[in-house]
C-alpha cells in the first residue's frame, strides 16, 4: 500500500546528541517537505526538496539539514540537538502538480523531546 | 505575500448540531484547496480537495467545503456534529502557478460536546 513513514515515532535524546529523523515514502512522489508543529499549533516549513539531490530551506530557520539521495527516502538530521529542538516533526510527500490528487500526504510524525 | 486565514483559534458545537470551520486565503490566481485534520500526537490527514468545478465538494467522514471565489474562501462544513469529529483543522492552498509550496493556515481547534 503506498504510504509515507516516519521513524521513530517518539525520541527523547540528551543535549548535545547526533540524531536522524527518517521519512520514507513508497507512493514515488517528486517532492517532499519537513515541517515543524509545536504542540496544537501551526506548521513550519522547514525544508523541502524537489526531487533527487534537491534540497532548499524552508520558512523558518532551523539548524538541522536534509538529505535526498534517494526519491524515496528524505532523513533530517541534527547534529546537536538542544531543549529547543523539542517539538514535533512532521514529513510529508506530494506529486510535481497538476490536477491529479495534488494534496500533500503526511506521516505519523516523530515527537522529539531533547533534555 | 501569500497567506492562508483561519479566524477562530477554536470552535464550540454540540453533537448533532451543524459545524462549520472557516478559511479564507490570499493567494493569486486559481489555487488549489485543502482541508487536513489532525488528531493528537499524529500527522495530518487529507479530508478534502477543491481545483475545479462544483463549489461544494464532500469529503471524508461526512465533511463537506464550500468554495467562493468572489470571498475567497474555502469553509469546512458538517451537518451533524460528531464527538469524534473533536481535533484539530488545517486548511491549505497550493498555488496554481507554483506547485512547490503548500501554505497551511494557523489551525482550529473543534471541540463537540455530548
Known amino acids: 500500500e503506498a504510504d509515507i513513514y516516519q521513524t521513530p515515532r517518539y525520541l527523547v535524546i540528551g543535549t548535545g546528541k547526533k540524531i536522524t529523523l527518517e521519512c520514507s515514502q513508497t507512493?514515488?512522489?517528486?517532492?517532499m517537505y519537513w515541517y515543524q508543529q509545536d504542540p496544537g499549533m501551526e506548521l513550519h516549513l522547514i525544508h523541502y526538496?524537489?526531487?533527487?539531490?534537491?534540497?532548499e530551506k524552508g520558512d523558518l530557520s532551523s539548524e538541522s539539514t536534509v538529505s535526498r539521495i534517494r526519491t524515496e527516502h528524505f532523513p533530517l538530521t541534527l547534529e546537536s540537538a538542544r531543549p529547543s529542538h523539542t517539538s514535533q516533526y512532521l514529513c510529508?510527500?506530494?506529486?510535481?502538480?497538476?490536477?491529479?490528487?495534488?494534496?500533500?500526504?503526511f506521516g505519523q510524525g516523530t515527537r522529539l523531546t531533547v533534555v | 505575500a501569500q497567506s492562508v486565514a483561519q479566524p477562530e483559534d477554536q470552535v464550540n458545537v454540540a453533537e448533532g448540531n451543524p459545524l462549520t470551520v472557516k478559511c479564507t486565503y490570499s493567494?493569486?490566481?486559481?489555487?488549489?484547496l485543502f482541508w487536513y485534520v489532525q488528531y493528537p500526537n499524529r500527522g495530518l490527514q487529507f479530508l478534502l480537495k477543491?481545483?475545479?468545478?462544483?463549489?461544494l465538494v464532500k469529503g471524508s467522514y461526512g465533511f463537506e467545503a464550500e468554495f467562493n471565489k468572489s470571498q475567497t474562501s474555502f469553509h469546512l462544513k458538517k451537518p451533524s456534529a460528531l464527538v469524534s469529529d473533536s481535533a484539530l483543522y488545517f486548511c491549505?492552498?497550493?498555488?496554481?502557478?507554483?506547485?512547490?509550496?503548500?501554505?497551511f493556515g494557523s489551525g482550529t481547534k473543534l471541540n463537540v460536546k455530548p
Open positions: 510529508a510527500s506530494s506529486t510535481a502538480g497538476g490536477e491529479v490528487n495534488p494534496e500533500a500526504f
Open positions: 507512493m514515488g512522489h517528486d517532492k
Open positions: 526538496s524537489y526531487g533527487v539531490n534537491s534540497t
Open positions: 493567494v493569486s490566481g486559481n489555487p488549489y
Open positions: 477543491y481545483i475545479t468545478g462544483d463549489n
Open positions: 491549505a492552498v497550493r498555488p496554481a502557478y507554483n506547485f512547490n509550496k503548500f501554505y
